[in-house]
């Protein structure tokens, strides 16, 4: 371990300093075979308020750390003033955190955020979390032996316990469950499916081309602001977060996997949406869609046997009717259909019962862990 006073803090000021801050974990985390870059064409829309529009309600700080001339780690502080004032909180967070294997690297890149928290009235840090809960949530604990899929965290197994070096504790656990496919619905599952599908007021879309997904994207976005209040840093979405996220996934959505449920005034009252695994292909493509890593990305697809889940919701009013059983047994039929073996829950809260009993209800099981760890200032 080197000494803290050794390690040298530099914010990023300038496009060159912040193509260094990007790039920075390739370098760093380049003999982790199951370490998946960004894509980085997200990562530079990321840090464009012309592209982000959390960074007009956020103060942001991006730190690089060197050690005798070289590179060693990164940081990035926020303080998400809409959430703050929303939630009456003081609470700043740090997010893409990523260094070396050395303690002191570590303690220089955190203590720098904690100060800058403290310089701006915050008496309370969470991290890993960036600017809504879409972004990638946690420091990896647990499976690392699986890919990564995308938005999730991907770190080596050291730095969690460089996070509680620090003195950070567990704020909570986001879980993933894996689910094996059956090679047919099970009965129970049909038999309850049949009883709800009687139901005169509800209706299942399915679409065959992005050009029926399109109308629907925006108002299932809009369905996540009704849903997700309380989640962990969760803030509503304003439309214009609404159709950049619209734009950014629209291109990689297949219409076979995108179920909705509407009401009897054809509202959307639930969704699910999920994709043909694309790790391999970004990983194949080094994180970069052009000149030909967009081929590769879609070349992954069509070879992937896993199907990760982005994202769902039911209109709160209306749960416990079984709309999530008519949403999960018309996806997992196409899954059957396409010979799909697995499916990745994406990251959900270990106090989410209602969707963990889902999963366990397909018969998943806990196969990764995310931590976001806390620390009082």
């Given at each position: 371990m080197v000494d803290a006073a050794s390690v040298i803090l530099r914010e990023v000021s300038d496009r060159r300093t912040l193509r260094r801050y990007i790039h920075l974990p390739e370098k760093l985390y380049r003999e982790y075979e199951n370490w998946v870059p960004p894509i980085y064409a997200d990562e530079?829309?990321?840090?464009?308020?012309?592209?982000?529009?959390?960074?007009?309600?956020?103060?942001?700080?991006?730190?690089?750390?060197?050690?005798?001339?070289?590179?060693?780690?990164?940081?990035?502080?926020?303080?998400?003033?809409?959430?703050?004032?929303?939630?009456?909180?003081?609470?700043?967070?740090?997010?893409?955190?990523?260094?070396?294997?050395?303690?002191?690297?570590?303690?220089?890149?955190?203590?720098?955020?904690?100060?800058?928290?403290?310089?701006?009235?915050?008496n309370k840090i969470i991290g890993p979390f960036g600017f809504s809960d879409k972004d990638p949530q946690g420091a990896q604990i647990e499976g690392f032996e699986y890919l990564p899929v995308i938005a999730t965290p991907t770190n080596p197994p050291y730095l969690p316990g460089l996070i509680e070096g620090e003195g950070y504790e567990k704020e909570i656990d986001c879980v993933s469950y894996q689910i094996s496919l059956p090679e047919q619905i099970p009965h129970a599952i049909e038999r309850v499916f049949r009883r709800i599908s009687r139901n005169p007021k509800l209706k299942l879309v399915e679409c065959s081309t992005k050009r029926q997904i399109k109308p629907h994207i925006v108002p299932a976005l809009q369905l996540v602001n009704e849903t997700f209040t309380g989640l962990l840093g969760f803030t509503p979405m304003s439309d214009q977060e609404i159709n950049k996220?619209?734009?950014?996934?629209?291109?990689?959505?297949?219409?076979?996997?995108?179920?909705?449920?509407?009401?009897?005034?054809?509202?959307?009252?639930?969704?699910?949406?999920?994709?043909?695994?694309?790790?391999?292909?970004?990983?194949?493509?080094?994180?970069?869609?052009?000149?030909?890593?967009?081929?590769?990305?879609?070349?992954?697809?069509?070879?992937?046997?896993?199907?990760?889940?982005?994202?769902?919701?039911?209109?709160?009013?209306?749960?416990?009717?079984?709309?999530?059983?008519?949403?999960?047994?018309?996806?997992?039929?196409?899954?059957?259909?396409?010979?799909?073996?697995?499916?990745?829950?994406?990251?959900?809260?270990?106090?989410?019962?209602?969707?963990?009993?889902?999963?366990?209800?397909w018969g998943g099981e806990i196969y990764k862990r995310y931590r976001v760890y806390r620390k009082f200032l």
């Open positions: 530079w829309r990321s840090n464009d308020s012309r592209h982000n529009p959390a960074l007009t309600h956020s103060d942001v700080v991006r730190v690089l750390a060197s050690l005798n001339g070289q590179l060693v780690g990164r940081v990035m502080g926020i303080i998400n003033r809409k959430h703050n004032d929303q939630n009456n909180e003081q609470t700043a967070r740090f997010f893409q955190l990523d260094c070396v294997d050395d303690a002191s690297v570590a303690h220089a890149l955190l203590q720098f955020v904690e100060q800058w928290a403290k310089r701006h009235g915050m996220l619209s734009r950014q996934y629209l291109p990689i959505l297949d219409p076979e996997f995108l179920k909705m449920v509407t009401d009897e005034k054809g509202r959307i009252a639930g969704f699910i949406v999920a994709i043909p695994d694309i790790s391999r292909g970004i990983k194949e493509a080094k994180g970069k869609l052009w000149p030909f890593g967009f081929l590769r990305i879609l070349a992954a697809q069509k070879k992937s046997d896993q199907l990760d889940l982005l994202l769902g919701a039911v209109h709160p009013e209306l749960r416990g009717i079984g709309i999530d059983v008519l949403l999960g047994k018309a996806l997992i039929e196409s899954a059957i259909r396409r010979k799909f073996k697995t499916l990745d829950s994406h990251l959900v809260l270990e106090t989410n019962r209602l969707m963990c009993t889902e999963y366990e209800k």
